[in-house]
């Protein structure tokens, strides 16, 4: 038998929790309560359980029930959703549905402190297109941005914020998710922050890699912009010292210079220029 995934252990988990509600006992009491409020005795159909959403939220009885469903859930490690489900849903397999049945579950989110509206919507927009719900940040506050269906695509953006200032990923694992899962979820995390990069016009390498070169910084003046070609030679000079002897070496030395000159300028100054 093969090594289950960090994922099937967790969704193993979720579902021994459900049978454990179900065995309680609770349901059969909540059971009847609920049917009582809806004034029926048989459970609902999927279809009735969608067409009479409103006409249940509407009734006082039936959110005062729904809100003990909730604290029963909350006991087992369940959302309301499943409990009020289970008790009212004729033929209701949680495992067959698209949506989670936990009280909490693994997440990714993108978290801003830009109040920039037009960064703010172009963030949202790219960000759901990734599966991943941008949530601004103002001191102990947290408001969730959507960018709802149907509206245009923000227009590209003039201006923006410098990148290791845009947002930061935050994952967020219940306390007794699989350690080697959240492992997982946080390079999931790490790729999808570096795509959101590239799609808001950042540049974004896959991996942090260290350079050499950056000690060379100031002997190739890579502030400098594009240099004469005499500097070029001097640079050379600087670095390897004037050698007679290594006449030779110079062509390539200059090459050298001019590509690592590109590279820092590249690696140093433009991720950090206005936009």
Partial sequence: MGKISPGERWRKHVLERFTALQQSGEIERLRVEGLAILDRSELLSPEEWTQTFHQRWNSPEYRGWHDKCSKVGERFGLAPWAVTMECLLKGYRPEEQPYVIENEWPQ??????????????????????????????????ETTFIHMTGEPEPPALESKP??????????????????????????????????????????????????????????????????????????????????????????????????????????????????
């Fill in 108 to 141: 990714v989110r993108v978290i801003t402190s830009s109040t920039d509206p037009d960064f703010l919507a172009k963030l949202s927009y790219e960000a759901q297109r990734l599966d991943l719900y941008v949530v601004q940040r103002s001191d102990s506050f």
């Fill in 162 to 275: 410098p990148r290791d200032n845009t947002f930061h990923m935050r994952v967020e694992t219940p306390v007794v998710y699989p350690p080697e899962g959240a492992a997982e979820l946080q390079r999931q995390a790490a790729q999808l922050g570096r795509e959101l990069l590239r799609r808001l016009g950042y540049p974004a390498s896959q991996r942090l890699r260290g350079s050499s070169l950056v000690r060379l910084a100031k002997d190739m003046r890579i502030g400098e912009g594009p240099l004469p070609r005499r500097a070029v030679y001097d640079i050379v000079d600087d670095i390897h010292g004037e050698d007679e002897n290594a006449l030779n070496a110079d062509q390539q030395r200059r090459q050298q210079v001019k590509t690592g000159r590109h590279r820092l300028r590249k690696r140093l100054v433009d991720p950090h220029k206005p936009a």
